[in-house]
Nanobody, 114 residues
Framework: QVQLVESGGGLVQAGGSLRLSCVGS????????MDWYRQAPGKQREFLAR???????IYVDSVAGRFTISRDNAKNTVYLQMNSLKPEDTAVYYC????????WGQGTQVTVSS
C-alpha cells in the first residue's frame, strides 16, 4: 500500500547541485520519519540523512554541510538538496520510510562527473 517514488537524479559536473524528491502515498506521511540512503555499485547501501516528523534532522559527517534534507507534508514529499557534489557521490539514491515493515523507493541515479 505504501509507495515511495524518487525523482530528480541525473548527470551533474563536480561542484554542481541536484535536488532529489521523494513522493509518498498510502500512509499518513506527516507522522513518519524519512531517510535518504545511497548505494554505489558493489558497495553497501549507506545512510545519509534523516528527518523526523517534527522536522529534526541528522546527517552522516561526509555529507553534513553539503546535503540538506527537508519535507513538505502538504505535498507528501521529502527532499534532498545536494550541493558541492563530488564524483564519490555517484550512486543510486533511495528514499526510506522507517517502520515495521519499512518501505523503500525504486531509487534515482545520480552521476557526478569529474
Amino acid at each position: 500500500q505504501v509507495q515511495l517514488v524518487e525523482s530528480g537524479g541525473g548527470l551533474v559536473q563536480a561542484g554542481g547541485s541536484l535536488r532529489l524528491s521523494c513522493v509518498g502515498s498510502g500512509s499518513i506521511f506527516s507522522i513518519n520519519t524519512m531517510d535518504w540512503y545511497r548505494q554505489a555499485p558493489g558497495k553497501q547501501r549507506e545512510f545519509l540523512a534523516r528527518i523526523s516528523s517534527g522536522g529534526g534532522t541528522i546527517y552522516v559527517d561526509s555529507v553534513a554541510g553539503r546535503f540538506t534534507i527537508s519535507r513538505d507534508n502538504a505535498k507528501n514529499t521529502v527532499y534532498l538538496q545536494m550541493n558541492s557534489l563530488k564524483p564519490e557521490d555517484t550512486a543510486v539514491y533511495y528514499c526510506h520510510q522507517r517502520g515495521n515493515p519499512d518501505y523503500w523507493g525504486q531509487g534515482t541515479q545520480v552521476t557526478v562527473s569529474s
